[in-house]
């Protein structure tokens, strides 16, 4: 099955050959065909092949793999293998409470390139620094942890809502009031500065 990055080589490819067609043929665009193979190579071929390119990317974007290629993203990697349950990311990844290969995308979905308009910029400013910057270390958050992302899992959830504790504060967890990530609560989720002295889980092969 022919998959969206090899439509998209193809199409880049046709373009070029075309062009170079055009190029050392100019002669071609003096008849109606040529005009709007020319129309078709200039602008039609390019646009199809920025845009399954970037449908392509932020599929790809969404990965694991993708996220943990920056080297400022390495120890967020680590922490999903602490052996350690009050851990909240490496809890979630090592049970499959969330998919393995969208682990970070699952629990951010409001980040960077998949938020609103602005959080597009921000991670526009994400590839200037990590290509021609220097990215910011420790990583922090633009705004609080919404409880949404917890939640457009955990809401309606047996384990979840038929906790005494959980149901006790629904209303405040929904509106934000309270965050998950309350001291006293879920309050260890990467924590990357302490990751040093903490045995790791291997998964296996």
């Known amino acids: 099955m022919i998959g969206p990055t090899e439509i998209l080589f193809t199409l880049i490819g046709l373009s070029i050959a075309l062009i170079v067609v055009l190029a050392f043929r100019p002669s071609i665009t003096a008849t109606r065909a040529g005009k709007i193979l020319a129309f078709l190579v200039l602008f039609i071929l390019p646009i199809l092949s920025a845009s399954t390119g970037t449908l392509e990317h932020l599929e790809r974007s969404k990965k694991t793999e993708f996220c943990l290629s920056c080297h400022v993203m390495e120890d967020y990697g680590r922490s999903l293998y602490v052996d350690d349950p009050s851990y909240l ?117």
């Open 89 to 205: 990311a490496a809890a979630h990844y090592q049970n499959h409470r969330v998919p393995s290969d969208q682990a970070c995308y699952t629990c951010h979905t409001d980040y960077v390139l998949y938020g609103s308009f602005r959080t597009k910029l921000r991670g526009l400013r994400h590839v200037y620094a990590q290509y021609l910057g220097t990215p910011s270390n420790p990583i922090r958050l633009y705004h609080p942890y919404n409880n949404r992302e917890c939640l457009h899992c955990h809401a309606g959830a047996r384990s979840f809502e038929g906790d005494p504790t959980h149901s006790a504060m629904m209303d405040s967890l929904k509106s934000n009031e309270l965050s998950c990530l309350s001291s006293g609560c879920h309050e260890v989720v990467h924590n990357v500065a302490h990751l040093g002295g903490v045995k790791l889980w291997r998964e296996p092969k």
